[in-house]
């Protein structure tokens, strides 16, 4: 299929390009002609009812029509695929530069968020939902991208940790900065829980025994009602306190000890700092344990697991530590969720959430923090500008995986740093570097 | 034990159909190596597009039910094979040779878009059908419990073991199915003998999907009701079918099918219908740990 | 009676109907390089792997002793801990490196588990205790030392998989090295060298018996290698050992000859002649 028309062929390669995009009109003409042409609806009385919308599929067979040359005249407008492309060494310096400050530049912005946008409650909320996502990300980043164990049930950890902080707060009482170390530790141990049966499982079976873990949690959360309250959730989820200090209009407030006015949004900055300190405290013990003998086995069993057998490194032990740290990880992002919503329910649970915080990963680049939380970013503040097309949000989030994958299958950020060096760190390229293969 | 009859009945029925969709998902599996998440989808639009086509059909006036069951087969297996084609073609062929996680995600992203189109497309209500194949036989009859086999159960087994064998017959008799089972052992080499891989490959995307769209045809007539979400479920059994089976193996995903629809409905039945899809899901992980090869798969050697 | 380091004794391995090594047994000497040889598919490989604990034997011993005495059996053993604990380090037929780490990082992976108990399994490292500092700038010198020893000390940044071949070849080994290893296996470490750095592979491995005093028990079809520095030389064809003795004895034994040129004992001498030896 790679008939790629030299320049001199011109006409022919117009011939091409309309006779590709005839095609595929074709092609999508005969997909959607069903699909799109006709619609289907129960009808009052409970019988099937349809009726035609041929405006809808024309247009949609004119735009594949259209995106079909468009593409293709972009394609050769680009040139071959996988043609490399000679940077000029003053913009790669530039490009370095840049690279360098991005990720101090974006910690000082994140700290300054809450001064910038202190009265745009949306802002601090969007703020408050991408941290979220940094944090997840870099926790589930610990598994894939350090230790190349394929896991697609991620969430699990995130629902048992939001879970464990729910249950515990409103049956017992306890305050957020007890249960929240205990919610940590509650989703490492369904981490190594899960971790022990699958040691011996490889890529794609451990994707999907991962999978079928998350599903098993989600819907014995939904049916273990007595417990967890089923499909209707945990409510009236108690809100973090500043170590004891309540932050609500009343005498005992956090505002009226400190003798200043009580606003709601006084929580809501604190719930972003609070996110912002758990994501960075993921961050930091993160890059300390990849200088850590443990950190450096991750990574040496996602490059070659018999030649770690061979150096003496017990795989097993190795691949349930880094299950449990990102689980634990998993597991304070639960907790925190759970005490911002105020509510929680196996709705917030599902196997799309697994996706979203494993593309994030796989698109920042496996094993890059600063490409993670670029990701998160990008990923989430996408998906925001589709917040009143609400049925579109996942076909556009499916099509963007699919599209993103194509155009960089190893991520934004393709290369590995190394953990340790005599004269000078050179960045590893990604081709070299493995991904995993359990 | 007529109650346990029954639900053999019933078991196998449904077996049936999560075989035909494993089937796909262990051809994709022994020839690109992955898994097509999109697959469980490519079931659900199989589904929609017989619904839809019979609706049609209905409304210009057909009233023999044999044809119109053959025009509603050949119909949605001609486009859902298409379906199956285009994935394959947008999704999985650029990322070949690519990294194993970006197909991966690549497939999850395709699951998506399959799931949401068709809800975008025809709306998220559950779109029921009225019973298309009536009557039934009674098998047995004791103290006021009745065993019965329905037409559509008939036409369900039927249908799935003439699709087999000619599935069979295309796999082990025909160019294409030689072709199929060099590229499964080394597509390097099958290339340099003049085996058109990517042709081969899509080959076997169609045909999977063909076969899936069989199975969303069966759903639809044996359960009277598609819906946009139902393709995610069904995908993640009928692959832990072929898993089970052995994956690689085409008898074995048929004999998983069958299994996992056997141990879903005795579940519902004896235990506890809530925990069905739990069981299925645990049958999954317990065979991925103690049997990771299947029942009829190869056993994998580790080279050092 | 010779000090052996390494006892094999009746070993057997079965792959399904296929005997792969059969009643093998042999020794390797202390402080000496032992040489397995023989044609493709004499089962040398499966000797190495059961040695190491990739492969559980189907019947027989393989006992390691240490200098100290301390005893080990090694088919009881899980493959990591025979690395760990009896100290056998080994290298693959087909380089295994981690190629996305430098090759600095090969060498202190290759500390792992004294790392591991230097930084208080995690913990003491994750506070930056002196104590694991101290142990990471030992472990830095010792992987230093070794990269110095197989001239990579200039590419220690380097990603193991952008260098060339051999020195891939070296590294390996001096990443087995790194594990202070009793017993260093190396499965055909010159398969793919040339004759320069063949040479220097002898070089390396004779350095590492004479200095570190570590026994080598090698697999190798490079002859000029084999003869050069092996002490002693072990046979097999058909997962049988065939012959056993010092290179020399070994190179003139009929049933090595027939066995690697494929024929019959009674045919030998014919060939020989034929061929004018």
């Given amino acids: 299929m790679t008939t790629i028309p030299t320049p001199a062929s011109r006409a022919p390669a117009a011939a091409f390009i309309f006779k590709k995009a005839l095609i595929s009109a074709l092609v999508a003409l005969v997909l959607f002609s069903l699909m799109i042409g006709i619609r289907t609806e129960a009808g009052p009385s409970g019988q099937l009812i349809y009726w035609t919308r041929f405006g809808d599929l024309a247009a949609m067979v004119g735009i594949v029509f259209g995106g079909s040359i468009v593409v293709e005249l972009l394609r050769q407008w680009w040139g071959p695929v996988g043609t490399v492309r000679i940077v000029p060494p003053q913009m790669q310096s530039a490009l370095a530069v840049a690279g360098r400050l991005v990720a101090p530049l974006l910690l000082i912005f994140a700290f300054l968020v809450p001064v910038i946008f202190y009265d745009q409650r949306y802002i601090l909320d969007l703020g408050i939902l991408v941290l979220t996502y940094v944090m997840l990300g870099w926790g589930l980043n610990v598994v894939v991208g350090l230790a190349g164990l394929l896991d697609l049930g991620y969430v699990a950890f995130y629902a048992v940790g939001a879970y464990s902080y729910a249950l515990l707060a409103t049956n017992f009482g306890w305050s957020f900065w007890v249960c929240l170390p205990l919610a940590g530790i509650l989703a490492a141990f369904w981490g190594v829980l899960l971790g022990f049966p699958v040691l011996r499982l490889r890529g794609d079976y451990l994707a999907i025994v991962t999978l079928a873990f998350g599903e098993i949690i989600r819907l014995v959360i939904i049916n273990w009602q007595s417990l967890t309250g089923g499909p209707n959730g945990v409510s009236g989820i108690p809100r973090p306190t500043l170590f004891g200090i309540p932050l609500t209009p009343g005498p005992n407030g956090l505002a009226a000890k400190l003798g200043i006015e009580f606003s709601p949004t006084h929580r809501i900055v604190f719930l972003f700092y609070l996110i912002l300190a758990l994501a960075l405290l993921t961050n930091w013990v993160t890059i300390r344990l990849r200088r850590l003998p443990i950190g450096r086995a991750w990574e040496a069993l996602r490059e070659d697991e018999v030649a770690c057998r061979a150096l003496g490194i017990n795989i097993t032990t190795t691949k349930l530590t880094a299950f449990a740290t990102g689980a634990m990880f998993g597991g304070f992002a639960g907790a925190f969720f759970a005490t911002r919503q105020g509510f929680i329910s196996p709705e917030s649970f599902t196997f799309q959430e697994s996706a979203l915080v494993l593309a994030i990963v796989v698109l920042g680049g496996m094993g890059s923090q600063l490409g993670v939380a670029l990701a998160a970013l990008t990923m989430i503040g996408g998906f925001e500008l589709f917040r009143g097309l609400e049925q579109y949000r996942m076909l556009v989030f499916g099509l963007a995986m699919v599209l993103l994958m194509i155009w960089r299958p190893r991520g934004l950020i393709g290369h590995r740093a190394p953990t340790v060096f005599l004269r000078h760190a050179q960045t590893i390229s990604s081709d070299l570097v493995k991904e995993g293969h359990g | ?304 | 009676m010779s000090d052996d380091i390494l006892k094999v004794d009746h070993l057997t391995m079965r792959f399904g109907g296929i005997v792969a090594v059969n009643d093998l047994s042999f020794g390797a000497e202390r402080r000496q390089i032992t040489a397995l040889i023989g044609p493709n598919g004499a089962g040398k490989t499966t000797v190495f792997n059961c040695v190491t604990g990739f492969y559980k034997p189907t019947s027989g011993a393989i006992r390691l002793a240490h200098d100290n005495g301390a005893q080990f059996r090694l088919e009881t053993l899980k493959d990591f801990r025979i690395s760990k604990l009896a100290k056998v380090a080994r290298t693959f037929q087909n380089i295994r490196l981690f190629p996305g780490m430098t090759a600095l990082e090969n060498l202190m992976v290759a500390q792992h588990n004294a790392l591991m108990l230097a930084s208080g399994l995690t913990f003491l490292g994750l506070i930056g205790a002196p104590s694991w500092r101290t142990a990471e700038k030992r472990a830095i010198d010792l992987a230093k030392f070794w990269l110095d020893r197989i001239g990579l000390l200039d590419r220690a940044d380097d990603a193991a998989g952008n260098l060339p071949y051999g020195d891939q070849r070296r590294l390996e080994i001096a990443r087995a090295m790194c594990t202070e290893p009793a017993l260093l296996c190396l499965d055909e470490p010159a398969a793919g060298l040339n004759a320069r750095e063949s040479a220097a592979l002898s070089d390396l491995l004779l350095s590492i018996r004479a200095d570190q005093g570590t026994s080598i028990l090698l697999i190798e079809h490079d002859m000029s290698v084999v003869m050069e520095i092996s002490d002693r030389i072990v046979v097999m064809d058909y997962g049988v050992k065939i012959a056993e003795g010092k290179p020399k004895d070994v190179r003139d034994d009929p049933k090595v000859i027939a066995a690697y040129l494929g024929v019959e004992d009674e045919e030998v001498a014919a060939v020989e002649q034929e061929l004018g030896l």
Avoid at chain 2, 3 to 26: E, H, P, R
Avoid at chain 2, 250 to 256: D, E, R, S
């Fill in chain 2, 1 to 304: 034990m007529d109650y346990f009859a029954q639900q053999v009945i019933n078991g196998v029925v449904l077996g049936s159909i999560y075989g035909l969709i494993a089937i796909g998902y262990t051809m994709v599996y022994g020839i690109v190596g992955m898994i097509n998440f999109a697959h469980g989808d490519i079931f659900m639009i199989g589904g929609f597009i017989a619904l839809i086509s019979f609706l049609i059909l209905v409304s210009l006036g057909l009233t023999f039910v044999p044809v119109i069951l053959l025009i509603v087969l050949l119909v949605s297996m001609a486009i859902t094979a298409l379906y199956g084609w285009t994935v394959e073609r947008i999704a999985y062929r650029p990322l070949r040779h690519s990294f194993r996680l970006a197909p991966m995600l690549s497939a999850i992203g395709m699951s998506f878009v399959l799931s949401n189109y068709s809800q975008v497309a025809q709306g998220a209500r559950v779109k029921p059908v009225p019973p298309i194949i009536t009557g039934g036989y009674t098998l047995l009859d004791s103290n006021g419990f009745v065993v019965r086999l329905s037409n559509v159960q008939i036409v369900v087994v039927i249908t799935t073991i003439v699709l087999l064998a000619i599935f069979t017959w295309l796999v082990s008799r025909t160019r294409l199915g030689r072709d199929m089972r060099a590229c499964e052992q080394d597509q390097t080499m099958a290339a340099l003998l003049g085996v058109d891989v990517d042709r081969t490959i899509s080959m076997t995307f169609v045909i999977g999907a063909a076969l899936a769209a069989v199975a969303g045809m069966m759903y639809l007539l044996y359960y009277g009701l598609v819906d946009f979400y139902m393709g995610f479920v069904a995908g993640i059994k009928a692959f832990t079918a072929a898993v089970l089976g052995g994956i690689g193996s085409l008898p074995g995903a048929m004999l998983g099918g069958l299994l996992i629809g056997l141990i879903e409905t005795l579940w519902s039945a004896y235990f506890s219908v809530e925990y069905k899809d739990v069981a299925a899901f645990s049958i999954l992980i317990i065979v991925l740990i103690f049997l990771p090869t299947g029942l009829l798969g190869r056993p994998e050697v580790e080279k050092v």
